[in-house]
């Protein structure tokens, strides 16, 4: 029987044999502002298989690690200071398997309160985990840095992918003109989440440029791919025009962006847990996404398929190899 001062959790013990095993670790307690959370379901990203695999330095995460970023399930217990959540909540949040933080594949987690926001009735546990990481990137990107407003004309590159889909979510939401770029495949999906589906195989930046802004290029353009897509970004800005990427790890020349004065700005969702600097934005954030599903304005993309802890790995590899449908979530 096992004791309720420990819980079930997946280990990695280092990124180079990148495996799960099965542990009994000590079940932690919630300290001053923090909330003990019964996890419920853990979000899949990218991210989370590069940290395993160690193809994610910036994380810095500390091995052995519970890994997992994402989280939902029910308040468990509440530490000293804590006013926001009470014992029986639903919650969800980017909370850890970063900088040392503990992640979500685990039975519990004692989080900072300040990431946390009550999950929206709408959505269940599942489609809450899957949210965080990627509406917090898309929200920061779209929101915080270019101000997305009524009557601007946005491009998504990457518009059916994790953080893609959330922005175009959003970019709707705010009153945008959506358009995004996606395989054939995904054009229906990209149009019942708002946009003008545009095939990037067959469509060079310059021909879209012209066919749906006259030439004169779009005053937002979210990149969530990263690389050469980053360089179109900067062709297809407008004059004094804003551009977002949250894959902006290369070196770019900035000279079609400075021609036309437009504006560019990285995103980097991970400072907030790594430097325990603006974390309350966080739940902030959270709580507006919990507005615009409760409004039927956002809705994650979940997998069908369920995984738990002891197929976490399949989970893993599905991102990796490009077969989600969007978004992953484990159940716990």
Do not use: C
Request: zero cysteines.
């Amino acid at each position: 029987m096992k004791s309720s001062s420990t819980m079930h959790a997946l280990i990695v013990d280092d990124d180079r044999t990148a495996i799960f095993r099965t542990a009994e670790i000590p079940r932690p307690e919630p300290i001053a502002n923090q909330v003990l959370v019964r996890i419920k379901a853990s979000g899949v990203n990218p991210l989370d298989s590069k940290i395993r695999t160690g193809k994610a330095p910036h994380a810095q995460q500390v091995f052995p690690a519970v890994l997992g970023t994402d989280l939902a399930g029910i308040v468990e217990a509440v530490g000293q200071d804590v006013t926001a959540f009470s014992v029986g909540d639903e919650v969800y949040g980017f909370t850890g398997g970063v900088g040392g933080l503990q992640g979500s594949l685990a039975e519990f987690a004692a989080v900072d309160a300040d990431l946390l926001a009550k999950k929206p009735t709408n959505l269940t546990l599942r489609e809450a985990a899957a949210l965080p990481l990627v509406f917090l990137t898309a929200w920061e990107g779209l929101v915080d840095r270019a101000n997305v407003r009524e009557g601007q004309k946005v491009l998504i590159l990457g518009g059916s992918g994790g953080v893609g889909h959330v922005a175009v979510q959003i970019a709707r939401a705010r009153g945008a003109k959506v358009f995004a770029t996606a395989s054939p495949a995904k054009h229906d999906l990209v149009r019942q989440l708002g946009a003008v589906p545009i095939d990037y195989h067959s469509t060079p930046i310059a021909q879209i440029v012209q066919t749906f802004t006259d030439g004169q290029g779009f005053d937002v353009v979210y990149d969530s791919v990263g690389g050469s897509t980053l360089d179109d970004a900067f062709q297809a800005v407008r004059d004094y025009g804003h551009v977002v990427s949250n894959y902006g790890w290369g070196t770019h020349s900035l000279l079609p962006l400075s021609r036309k004065a437009a504006t560019y700005s990285g995103v980097f969702v991970l400072l907030p847990l790594l430097t325990g600097k603006g974390r309350a934005h966080h739940g902030e954030i959270l709580r507006q996404a919990t507005q615009l599903a409760e409004a039927n304005q956002l809705r994650p993309v979940v997998d069908p398929r369920h995984f738990t802890l002891e197929t976490a790995l399949s989970a893993h590899e599905a991102v990796e190899q490009g077969t989600a449908v969007i978004k992953i979530a484990i159940d716990l």
